[in-house]
């Protein structure tokens, strides 16, 4: 009798069971039976690994993509963190030998990301791409690579490394030139001003706002700003300066990544946050000369001694900005002056004191320091510059010595652009969500006491400006420290802030 076949969702179904069993009707409905089993198996296993494979592809891209935005970024923040004029702590100032070395390697991480790289005339260094359309506006993003003396690694060099790891993310991820705007990474020369007394040589001639003047300014060597141009075979002039200015019509804005360098994002436990504005700030020399002699046979009652007249000042000083109001008086007709708002953002500062001829045995001659004055009211700022400037020729005259006041650099306070700032809260949260997979209720917004090249750029486009935490708000000092995670976080936020440009 010929064997009926019967078909179900059983396995079993698919063996052949003849009505009358014999040897050889058993092993043929065993060897279908093997055959069938075998290409159900392997059409599953197929799913499988097909499966497995999409999902392993999806760990490698993510685990990959982290790699980038911390483990690298942490790495080359290390590296350039090494790179320095000084044996034993981080000194990088204008156009120094460890500021070239320091141009070379960024230059490289620029390529590493896919961006076409050049150095301008005042040693910026650039990085680009054009994305879908070349002809349309330029996104900047940057800070700056030089740095105090004995310094953190993480000032301005963390603004690059993140901006480049997110632009390095693209590249791998073939988005890269999906990107709507050209993207430009900028790793400005010269922010702190530490070598010329001068701050924003680099982003300030880009913005156009860089005096031709400034070329002339010296530092203790009296070496000049052309000087060191021309000795690295940078040709620079007053035409060529005055052409490194950006069309503005060609910028569709500015962003910076930087450290808060406060402590205000420890306080509330986030590690970013967008910027409402920058104070403004002025930097000043003042100069005392009086009578050098000698410090055993000049009486006391008989001296025109710079020292004591400079100690005199610097505490008039502190005394103006610790309580403006009993200095000032203003108009109320005045607006936008608020004395409670600016004495509360009001900072002044001597940094430097230098003397001559600087011996023990000695009155000196001349005393020289610096003052650094900030407020996020420029016109309270400039009332307490008047205001010490007044009182200090009264001193002076008191003291039978000389006083000159040199104004070494100026800048206005600025406000970070509304829609820019919208746009980078979202960037942030977005950020802060896919490390912590927390949806913060409100990032938050500071001010920044401390100067940027946002400030010079704020004359050539809008700007916006990220915040991220640092331990215990130290700058400014080789025990500035950023984690790895908000390394992470910052890299995160830059991508996120790019995606949205596609």
């Known amino acids: 009798m010929a064997p009926t076949c019967s078909f179900s969702s059983n396995l079993s179904s698919f063996l052949i069971l003849p009505h009358k069993t014999s040897t050889t009707h058993m092993l043929i409905s065993l060897i279908h039976a093997c055959i069938l089993l075998s290409l159900l198996f392997a059409d599953v296993s197929a799913n499988l690994l097909l499966q497995t494979g999409i999902e392993d592809a999806n760990v490698a891209e993510i685990d990959q993509c982290q790699y980038v935005l911390r483990d690298e970024a942490v790495m080359r923040l290390n590296e350039l963190g090494k790179v320095s004029d000084a044996d034993g702590y981080l000194e990088r100032t204008f156009l120094s030998s460890a500021s070239l070395r320091a141009a070379i390697l960024i230059r490289q991480w620029m390529e590493d990301s896919g961006l076409k790289t050049w150095v301008d005339l005042m040693g910026n260094v650039h990085g680009r791409v054009e994305g879908m359309n070349a002809t349309s ?41 999906s990107l709507k705007h050209p993207v430009e990474v900028i790793a400005f020369s010269d922010e702190e001003g530490v070598r010329f007394q001068s701050t924003f040589l680099g982003s300030a001639a880009i913005a156009g706002v860089l005096p031709v003047s400034a070329l002339q300014t010296s530092d203790k ?27 503005p019509d060609t910028v569709w804005g500015y962003v910076e990544v930087h450290i808060e360098q406060g402590p205000v994002l420890e306080s509330v436990g986030l590690p970013l946050g967008a910027v409402k504005g920058i104070a403004g700030q002025s930097r000043l020399k003042v100069t005392i000369k009086g009578s050098q002699g000698h410090a055993g046979t000049v009486p006391m009652w008989m001296r025109r001694d710079p020292m004591a007249a400079s100690a005199e000042l610097i505490v008039l000083l502190e005394s103006l900005c610790k309580q403006p109001e009993k200095f000032l008086s203003y108009d109320e007709e ?18 430097e004191i230098s003397t001559w001829p600087s011996a023990s045995n000695v009155i000196p001659g001349e005393v020289a320091f610096t003052i650094d004055v900030r407020a996020m009211d420029d016109m309270g700022r400039e009332a307490i510059i008047f205001e010490f400037s007044n009182r200090m020729h009264e001193i002076c005259d008191k003291r039978s010595v000389s006083c000159n006041i040199d104004r070494k650099h100026d800048a206005n306070a600025i406000a970070c652009d509304d829609g820019l700032s919208a746009e980078l809260k979202v960037a942030a949260n977005a950020a802060m969500k896919k490390i912590a997979g927390d949806i913060i209720d409100e990032v938050p917004v500071l001010m920044s006491g401390a100067g940027h090249d946002a400030m010079a750029i704020a004359h050539l486009t809008k700007v916006g400006m990220l915040f991220v935490r640092c331990r215990g708000g130290i700058s400014h000092s080789p025990a500035e420290h950023v984690s790895d995670d908000d390394v992470w976080a910052a890299g995160l936020a830059v991508l996120a802030f790019l995606q949205n440009k596609m």
């Not at 330029?138 to 480049?164: E, M, P, R």
């Not at 052309?226 to 950006?246: H, P, R, T």
């Not at 005045?334 to 409670?340: H, L, Q, R």
Request: glycine letters at 12%; aromatic letters at 4%.
């Open 137 to 177: 506006k330029a996104l900047l993003i940057g800070s700056h690579l030089d740095t105090v003396i004995d310094a953190g690694k993480f000032d301005g060099a963390l603004g690059i490394v993140s901006a480049l790891s997110a632009l390095k993310v693209l590249k791998i991820s073939g988005q890269l030139e």
């Open 221 to 247: 060597s009296g070496v000049t700003v052309q000087d060191v141009l021309n000795a690295n075979s940078i040709g620079i002039s007053e035409e060529s300066l005055s052409g490194m200015k950006y069309d």
């Open 334 to 351: 005045c607006k936008g002056f608020s004395m409670e708002s600016f004495a509360s953002s009001l900072v002044c500062t001597v940094g």
